[in-house]
């Protein structure tokens, strides 16, 4: 099984995307599986235009070719699993993702059709189904900082036709590189998220709901250490 990788953040391999993405990356190729990581920073990705010449001009293949997406689209479509891993800027994916899936519009075709009761765009490839995994880190100790970035997630992965078999969410996500025992347990569920979507097809929802247990620290704590943090980092 062929997994594919987006890393998003800025910090590329020197943040908390990369800890939790490398662990999770780990059970997969302990699992059996493989797999090609890219760190979006990396690539050069023009925008879209909003042309439409993917769909008209030159059908599957965006009209300006001057950049990496022609190689990065060829990639989603061998990959049988993609994960999408980004740190939450201002509650949703970093530009650099953002920009990377706006490019992906040649992989769909321009007409109508009703799934279920919403209105999509067919595939052009509508024999195989992608699974995806999410992955996505905060500062923020409440989960509920990625709603939208959830539902953004949700909406597209409809519109590919892809099924979403994991998430990691982790909010208090800067305390990771600390090393501390509890810590290092919680990366531990993450290598087991890997092996489990090879050798389990998804992520189990008893690993799931351990990816999503709050770190044991009364958030009036974590905010006075953050906060402390940031005192010395201005002075």
């Known amino acids: 099984m062929k997994?594919?990788?987006?890393?998003?953040?800025?910090?590329?391999?020197?943040?908390?995307?990369?800890?939790?993405?490398?662990?999770?990356?780990?059970?997969?190729?302990?699992?059996?599986?493989?797999?090609?990581?890219?760190?979006?920073?990396?690539?050069?990705i023009n925008q879209c235009r909003g042309c439409f010449g993917c769909w008209t001009k030159?059908?599957?293949?965006?009209?300006?070719?001057?950049?990496?997406?022609?190689?990065?689209?060829?990639?989603?479509?061998?990959?049988?699993?993609?994960?999408?891993?980004?740190?939450?800027?201002?509650?949703?994916?970093?530009?650099?993702?953002?920009?990377?899936?706006e490019k992906t519009l040649p992989l769909l075709e321009p007409f109508l059709i009703k799934d279920k009761e919403l209105t999509t765009h067919p595939r052009r490839n509508k024999k195989k189904k992608?699974?995806?995994?999410?992955?996505?880190?905060?500062?923020?100790?409440?989960?509920?900082?990625?709603?939208?970035?959830?539902?953004?997630?949700?909406?597209?992965?409809?519109?590919?036709?892809?099924?979403i078999i994991g998430k990691i969410y982790r909010p208090s996500s800067e305390v990771l590189k600390s090393g501390a025992p509890l810590f290092k347990a919680y990366l531990k569920n993450c290598y087991l998220a890997g092996k489990e979507v090879i050798e389990n097809g998804k992520i189990k929802e008893e690993t799931q709901r351990k990816l999503y247990k709050d770190f044991i620290m009364p958030k009036f704590l974590f905010r006075f250490m953050a906060n402390r943090f940031w005192k010395k980092q201005i002075q």
């Not at 059908?59 to 891993?85: H, R, S, T, W």
């Not at 996505?136 to 892809?162: M, T, W, Y």
């Open 130 to 163: 992608a699974k995806w995994v999410i992955i996505s880190v905060c500062g923020f100790p409440e989960i509920e900082h990625f709603q939208a970035l959830d539902l953004c997630f949700k909406q597209n992965a409809r519109a590919h036709g892809a099924e």
């Open 58 to 101: 030159t059908p599957g293949k965006c009209v300006f070719q001057n950049d990496d997406m022609p190689e990065i689209l060829k990639k989603l479509e061998e990959a049988d699993i993609i994960i999408y891993a980004t740190p939450l800027y201002h509650f949703n994916m970093t530009s650099y993702m953002k920009i990377m899936i």
């Open 3 to 44: 997994g594919l990788a987006f890393n998003s953040s800025p910090r590329k391999n020197n943040g908390a995307t990369d800890m939790v993405l490398n662990k999770f990356l780990e059970g997969i190729k302990d699992a059996g599986g493989d797999f090609e990581k890219i760190y979006l920073n990396d690539k050069k």
